[in-house]
């Protein structure tokens, strides 16, 4: 159906091109599952991930600018996953892109560390409370890995407690290749629940080397929560880790524990401190930052000077704007469309969960949620199934008005399937 036969009061449509019939060019997707196991580096971008299991979309893309994308059958589509949180100002952001390129043309990498390194240091240093001392990587897996480490070397013990999702790395993981001694030093604790914390830490019998924690996972984390990590860290000599690589300049500048009045050791910082450049940062007390000196933590591309140009760029915006409470105002904005395409359709089995810089569509159907998704692509707006979808400061108007009408048309369509 032809998107201009379709239309809904007080719904205004998106402008551009039909959606309806565009799908990823398919050579794409086999092509990249002939050379790339999973068809993708990336796991959550893969089909299965971002649409549900069994579920087919759009694969790659060709150019973003802004919050809009053109997949390589030539549809634009409003992109409202920004790169799994990586971009909060917008894709190709000129600032950003002007001083990469900038970058590129003055030699990204030598045999020398760039000044550029230092620079960002101390603007992390000037946002983040705590921060006394930085060091970077490429990414967010690197970076809490990193502050393990440190933590380890730091306390001399190996005993870890976290909650939330880290990367891929062994430490942390219990996937099939991952040795079982290395899993016996890691354990998962619930998200929120004090007494299941105090517990985890008793049974650590004196060899905890620290608490990491995602401060949202689905919702914020309650302030008693963060304030009994730092008391019972504070009681058995552990480092306190706050792992802020989604929230981190997307919910609060300096991150969410440290906004909450809690100061932890350490924090980790990626995704949106670079726009989209790989770049991730461990900063935290000197005293236990001092620790890295006596391990070794090393990256040969850590200082590479696309990804700090892009960071510099980002951080003096934080240090000049409220980038934070404009994303918040976005995403808000966001939910209240969707909140209205619920409420204008009647759908029933779904639920706008999260918070706003951070939201998602929760289906008590994985069906439903499959051809929802389905169908706000083809009107032209990219969701991602399960938490999260993200603002971005390029998120306008337009965007969001088309955002409603995608969403709107999505639900009527899979209650009509449903019916």
């Not at 649409?51 to 087919?56: H, R």
């Amino acid at each position: 159906t032809a998107r201009g036969s379709r239309s809904f009061p007080g719904v205004p449509e998106p402008h551009g091109p039909d959606h309806a019939a565009a799908a990823d060019a398919p050579d794409w997707g086999v092509r990249a599952r002939a050379v790339i196991p999973g068809g993708t580096s990336t796991g959550s971008k893969r089909p299965d991930a971002l649409y549900g299991p069994g579920a087919e979309g759009p694969t790659h893309y060709t150019r973003a600018e802004g919050c809009r994308l053109t997949t390589t059958a030539g549809a634009e589509l409003i992109d409202c996953t920004m790169a799994l949180g990586a971009v909060a100002f917008g894709y190709a952001d000129p600032e950003v892109s002007e001083a990469v390129i900038r970058a590129v043309r003055d030699g990204p990498v030598a045999g020398l560390a760039h000044p550029s390194e230092v620079e960002v240091a101390e603007m992390l240093c000037g946002l983040v409370p705590f921060a006394e001392s930085v060091r970077v990587l490429k990414s967010g897996a690197e970076g809490v890995a990193a502050a393990v480490r440190i933590a380890r070397a730091h306390t001399g013990r190996s005993r870890v407690l976290g909650c939330g999702y880290f990367g891929w790395l062994d430490w942390c993981s219990d996937a099939p290749g991952v040795p079982e001694g290395t899993r016996g030093a890691f354990a998962r604790i619930p998200f929120g629940e004090v007494p299941a914390l105090e517990e985890a830490v008793a049974r650590t019998a004196g060899d905890l080397a620290a608490i990491v924690i995602e401060p949202v996972v689905e919702r914020e984390a309650p302030p008693e929560w963060l304030r009994a990590v730092r008391a019972l860290c504070d009681s058995v000599g552990a480092v306190f880790i706050a792992d802020e690589i989604k929230t981190g300049f997307r919910v609060a500048t300096g991150g969410v524990v440290a906004a909450r009045g809690v100061a932890p050791d350490l924090a980790v910082f990626g995704k949106a401190m670079a726009n989209g450049y790989p770049l991730a940062a461990v900063c935290g007390r000197r005293e236990v930052m001092v620790a890295a000196e006596r391990t070794w933590i090393s990256s040969t591309l850590a200082g590479e000077r696309t990804a700090l140009a892009a960071t510099a760029v980002v951080l003096g915006r934080h240090a000049r704007e409220d980038v934070c409470g404009r994303l918040a105002s976005t995403g808000e904005a966001m939910r209240a469309a969707a909140r209205r395409a619920i409420v204008a359709t009647a759908a029933t089995g779904v639920h706008l969960e999260g918070i706003a810089p951070m939201w998602f569509l929760r289906f008590d159907d994985p069906a439903r949620e499959a051809c929802v998704l389905r169908e706000a692509r083809r009107a032209g707006v990219l969701l991602k199934r399960g938490p999260y979808d993200f603002p971005a400061l390029a998120h306008d108007a337009d965007a969001i008005a088309a955002l409603e009408w995608a969403l709107t048309h999505a639900l009527r369509a899979a209650e009509a399937d449903n019916a």
